[in-house]
């Protein structure tokens, strides 16, 4: 069965500080997706990343940066230079693909608060 | 624009009194799916559907139904609601097999007093 683990439930950072949010995966499938999900307080869930098992590939997008790593099986998302406006819950989530594939599994979340 | 659309937003109800939250996409997706997010658990899925009458049961179907009639719609039924049942729920739709492009509505956020 599959399972993702976000070991850190709350995090409390500064502004401009660098913050880790950490993501450990579970699955018997040799492909698969990992996915992180920002949910800011208005509630909705936004989409910022998916990587597929084959890609391990680290990506940095402005601010944030992915570090895939199918060794630990972990997928660990950084925000360089915290703002504000990166304060919000964020999800981890694993999808195996194709065959029985059914759903997302998603991790329990971290909220993250960044203050001035 | 593509979206998936969920009706109502927000809603605030009573123990028993039966209610539907509407589900529709615009992208001709086949798979459909309902999840519920509660503080400490995550999403979890409630049901899915592969296509037009293909309904299965999630992780926590347990109080919910679904249907399934035409291909854009996925109404979530809750027949008699019960407390344990207030919570924020996603609708979710994506080309079949393809979960890696899953499309989520607004979300509805449920009271059940």
């Known amino acids: 069965a599959q399972k993702v683990t976000q070991a850190q439930t709350e995090i409390s950072v500064v502004e401009k500080e660098d913050v880790t949010l950490d993501c450990v995966y579970e699955t018997r499938d040799t492909t698969y997706y990992l996915f992180w999900y920002k949910q800011p307080p208005s509630g909705e869930l936004v989409f910022l990343i998916r990587r597929n098992s084959f890609d391990e590939q680290n990506e940095i997008s402005g601010r944030y940066s992915w570090n895939f790593q199918k060794s630990t099986s972990s997928f660990n998302f950084t925000i360089t230079a915290s703002q504000v406006v990166d304060s919000a819950v964020y999800f981890c989530?694993?999808?195996?693909?194709?065959?029985?594939?059914?759903?997302?599994?998603f991790g329990t979340g971290t909220r993250l608060q960044v203050t001035l | 624009e593509a979206q998936v659309t969920q009706n109502p937003r927000y809603l605030i109800t009573v123990t028993g009194k039966k209610l539907t939250v509407t589900c529709s996409q615009n992208m001709n997706h086949e798979y459909m799916s309902w999840y519920r997010q509660d503080p400490g658990l995550g999403l979890r899925q409630i049901y899915y559907?592969?296509?037009?009458?293909?309904?299965d049961k999630g992780d926590v179907p347990e109080g919910y139904k679904v249907s399934r009639k035409e291909k854009r719609n996925f109404p979530l039924i809750l027949e008699s609601p019960s407390p344990n049942q207030t919570s924020l729920y996603f609708c979710?739709?994506?080309?079949?097999?393809?979960?890696?492009?899953?499309?989520f509505g607004p979300g509805t956020r449920l009271t059940v007093l």
């Open positions: 559907s592969m296509n037009v009458e293909v309904t």
């Open positions: 979710a739709s994506s080309l079949f097999l393809r979960l890696d492009e899953q499309f």
């Open positions: 989530a694993l999808s195996e693909y194709g065959g029985t594939a059914s759903k997302l599994t």
